[in-house]
């Protein structure tokens, strides 16, 4: 059984930082792309950014220039460093990997961690 979670979430300041961790684990096979969505209330989920198996990373306009995506592939884990952080940022952030397991390649979602930035 495949689960992501993440962690680093939290309360931040206007223009702080906090980096978010997720870990896959559980028959995973391979990992195709790893990445990050949020959604804030009373909204839909919307993509954050994308790490896939090669090229550059796919990042919503919103946050060019100021989050990172990285992936650590032999431990498969991803992370998301974010900087300069803005009121509307806050959100519920969630890992979202493309996983292949026994039965073919499967789309898993993490629990979500809450990201708060206010003064």
């Known amino acids: 059984q495949v689960h992501l979670v993440e962690s680093g979430g939290g309360l931040v300041q206007p223009g702080g930082s906090l980096r978010l961790s997720c870990a896959a684990s559980g028959g995973i096979r391979d990992i195709k792309s790893m990445g990050w969505y949020l959604q804030a209330p009373g909204k839909q989920r919307e993509l954050v950014a994308m790490?896939?198996?090669?090229?550059?990373?796919n990042y919503a306009d919103s946050v060019k220039g100021r989050f990172t995506i990285s992936r650590d592939r032999n431990r498969n884990r991803v992370y998301l460093q974010m900087n300069s952080l803005k009121p509307e940022d806050t959100a519920v952030y969630y890992c979202?990997?493309?996983?292949?397991?026994?039965?073919?390649?499967?789309?898993?979602w993490g629990q979500g961690t809450q990201v708060t930035v206010s003064s």
């Open positions: 790490a896939g198996t090669g090229g550059s990373p």
């Open positions: 979202d990997a493309d996983i292949l397991v026994s039965t073919g390649w499967r789309d898993y």
